[in-house]
């Protein structure tokens, strides 16, 4: 059978499948999966085209690793077939582990369980499938190669995945400012001591870089309508997970009724491998049938909360940069429970704080060095002429404060 696949993307053009260990993986039902969930969660619920997948981001890049491995290997730094597939497989599976709407499981029906250990543990089980043919992948995922820059291709600070997802993100939604010249960073990509940096020439595109990503936060991932839909959805499975709890019949599909039931937790999720089964047959179409039955149901908050989601209804936010005034949560809180007629135990439903943050660039971890023209290596925030880069390295922590709109 021919392996060696074509696929049209609509960001890249044509882009290959280059051996045959990664067409089996890609076909494998652990991958497949992420066909079914969106790579933006609750996005679309603002821009109407953000409804790309896991799969393609995942695809995206590994494309954008092949274009790396041939930049480097243009510069001369020796890079065998083996590490290439390796270093493709690991940026192929680095999300294989995201769930269904990842923010609102991981504060709900796995709670503290981080995707990147569910990545982690796949990897392992398929290492075993595919006879430890993933070795040297996992080991770069780790972070254990010896070879730093392969490492820093996957998770780093101007890793790939980053590339891809700003594009990938900015085409879909629309938005203009995630646009970023992904080509002429990589072809600015060279090694210096194992270390990824950026020659010189390619100082003005890693700002671009940066405050394409700072703006993508804030414009996309961190829009309040967006935030407002993703806490819709966290309180919905919360109060569907204290129903179930309860021993309240939820319908749900086995996969969803498993963690609804079961209380995991990141001390028994790697204890047990049912749990893992389970959460390979998770998708957002579990979610979304689960969401359109339990607005009929018995429960008042449970189908008011999926009513509203349903209608797209949603909570009204207000981001802040100071605590909200306890004053005004309690009489927001007050004027709730007169409204919907719910108790001050369930009011909370309705009516709540959270904080969100946003840190473009962080200088401690795995610093964009720039190479200069006389070989020495400069810290990008140092480097760049833009006064305002320096402020990109401090995490902006903002207020917000969500309440039922009409209250």
Not at 23 to 47: A, E, N
Not at 75 to 84: L, Q, R, T, V, W
Not at 278 to 301: C, E, G, M, N, T
């Amino acid at each position: 059978m021919n392996k060696k696949k074509i696929i049209n993307d609509p960001v890249y053009g044509f882009i290959s499948i280059p051996s045959a260990l990664i067409y089996d993986l890609i076909s494998h039902p652990y991958f497949q999966r992420l066909r079914y969930i969106k790579q933006l969660g609750m996005t679309h619920l603002v821009y109407p085209g953000a409804l790309h997948t896991r799969f393609h981001h995942a695809l995206g890049a590994m494309h954008l690793m092949g274009l790396a491995i041939e930049v480097l290997r243009s510069k001369g730094h020796h890079i065998s077939f083996e590490e290439e597939e390796a270093a493709t497989i690991a940026i192929l599976l680095h999300d294989i582990g995201h769930g269904p709407f990842s923010h609102a499981l991981e504060h709900t029906l796995i709670t503290g369980v981080m995707h990147e250990d569910i990545s982690m543990l796949m990897m392992d089980q398929l290492n075993e499938e595919f006879d430890g043919q993933l070795t040297t992948a996992i080991h770069i995922f780790r972070g254990k190669y010896h070879r730093r820059f392969f490492c820093q291709l996957i998770s780093g600070q101007l890793d790939l995945d980053r590339m891809d997802y700003l594009n990938r993100d900015s085409f879909f939604t629309g938005v203009s400012e995630g646009v970023i010249s992904f080509d002429r960073i990589i072809k600015m990509f060279n090694v210096v001591d194992d270390q990824l940096v950026i020659e010189e020439k390619g100082i003005y595109s890693i700002e671009k870089f940066l405050i394409a990503r700072r703006l993508m936060y804030w414009q996309v991932y961190l829009h309040k309508t967006v935030i407002a839909g993703e806490q819709l959805l966290v309180k919905i499975l919360e109060r569907a997970k204290e129903l179930a709890s309860g021993g309240v019949e939820l319908f749900a599909t086995p996969a969803l009724q498993h963690f609804l039931q079961n209380d995991i937790t990141e001390l028994n999720f790697f204890d047990d491998e049912i749990h893992l089964q389970q959460f390979a047959k998770l998708d957002d179409q579990d979610i979304y049938a689960s969401v359109k039955v339990w607005a009929d149901h018995d429960d008042p908050i449970l189908s008011r909360l999926c009513q509203m989601l349903n209608a797209r209804k949603l909570y009204k936010v207000e981001i802040s940069n100071a605590e909200p005034a306890p004053e005004r949560i309690a009489a927001l809180a007050d004027k709730t429970m007169l409204a919907l007629h719910v108790d001050e135990d369930d009011v909370a439903y309705f009516v709540f704080t959270d904080t969100i943050r946003n840190r473009a660039y962080n200088a401690g971890n795995s610093n964009i060095n720039i190479l200069m023209k006389n070989n020495e290596l400069v810290d990008i925030a140092k480097a760049s002429d833009l006064s305002n880069l320096e402020s990109l390295d401090k995490t902006v922590k903002k207020h917000i404060l969500c309440y039922v709109r009409g209250i």
